[in-house]
């Protein structure tokens, strides 16, 4: 067990309990359950991985994590940030609910409705960010937490409340036209986040990354999957998503709105820098321009698709009643 002593506060943590282990060994970072004392309340224990701790980069991310935290009922909220010559730590709130990754893989739940409405609800939360000027910038299923607010385990949308995780490679102002080598995630970010364009970052980045979990919560598949990470990043950069037979078109067609992307004539590396950036504007330009804009997309679909069961339920009535 070990004690965290910061300026702000104590907190036991333990490592070596797998039981409070929520991801080991990270690229960046080792996450745990931790207690705050004197009270014992749960909290989450963010470690940066040992082998960074004299990397500028990952220093400065820390920091900036660190510093974006603000008070919003839907946001994780960090409760102390501390570094020492045994490390740097982030100390944020115990949420427990579970993440989408764990809903769609863990409890195989395949309600679009559910997706649909969970998704608008990320949409909400990402509108409060964009009004202060902060896109999120790594929107996936691992960052996106569902809880009861009755406390019950069931998934009963009217009382579910939707959270957003890690702002830790969020965009904010002061950052706006500086280009910094960032990490990004496999298959959930758009090509300006692939290519590290970072001043390109705008409403538009986080949106793709919502509509590439809204296609794997319904299929329980990830689009642009290989074995090779060069092929991943080429799908990323270049590949529309292909439509699934569990997604029906009207909302198909809304996703693939939000994924647009231009088609690179040639690799990246033979392109120019002006060119890279008008092809990547230009794919941008043909998403929606913000994430109500996405949100009024979804309501509209799902409007479209509950008149297409209606009508195909009267078509199964009249069938069954005269046999055909």
């Known amino acids: 067990m070990n004690l965290l002593n910061t300026n702000n506060g104590s907190y036991l943590f333990d490592p070596g309990n797998d039981n409070l282990v929520l991801k080991r060994n990270g690229k960046f970072s080792s996450v745990y359950i ?109 960052n996106i937490l569902l809880l009861n607010k009755q406390g019950s385990n069931e998934t009963d949308f009217d009382s579910l409340q939707v959270v957003l995780l890690d702002l830790g490679l969020a965009k904010i102002p002061e950052t706006f036209n500086k280009r910094e080598l960032q990490p ?84 990246p590396s033979q392109l120019s820098e002006e060119q890279l950036i008008n092809y990547l504007k230009s794919g941008q330009q043909k998403r929606y321009e913000s994430a109500t804009a996405f949100k009024h997309a979804i309501l509209n679909a799902m409007d479209e698709m509950e008149k297409q069961k209606s009508t195909n339920n009267t078509k199964g009535f009249w069938a069954k009643l005269f046999g055909k």
């Open 34 to 142: 931790g207690y705050q004392l004197p009270e014992k309340n749960k909290v989450v224990i963010k470690v940066m991985n040992p082998a960074l701790n004299n990397d500028a980069p990952s220093i400065i991310r820390f920091h900036k994590e660190a510093l974006k935290s603000f008070e919003h009922p839907d946001l994780q909220k960090t409760i102390d940030a501390y570094n020492d010559e045994t490390g740097y730590y982030l100390i944020k709130e115990y949420i427990d609910g579970q993440t989408l990754s764990q809903i769609v893989y863990q409890q195989r739940i395949t309600d679009i409705d559910f997706y649909c409405r969970v998704f608008i609800k990320v949409l909400k939360i990402i509108e409060v960010l964009n009004d202060k000027e902060i896109f999120h910038c790594d929107i996936r299923l691992e």
């Open 184 to 267: 990004f995630s496999f298959v959930y970010s758009p090509p300006e986040q692939v290519l590290n364009y970072g001043e390109l970052i705008n409403k538009t980045t986080d949106q793709y990354s919502v509509a590439i979990c809204m296609y794997e919560c319904i299929t329980a598949t990830k689009p642009f999957m290989n074995e090779n990470p060069e092929v991943v990043m080429h799908l990323q950069l270049n590949t529309k998503l292909l439509p699934h037979k569990n997604i029906p078109e009207p909302l198909f067609k809304v996703l693939l709105h939000a994924t647009e992307k231009e088609k690179l004539p040639l690799p």
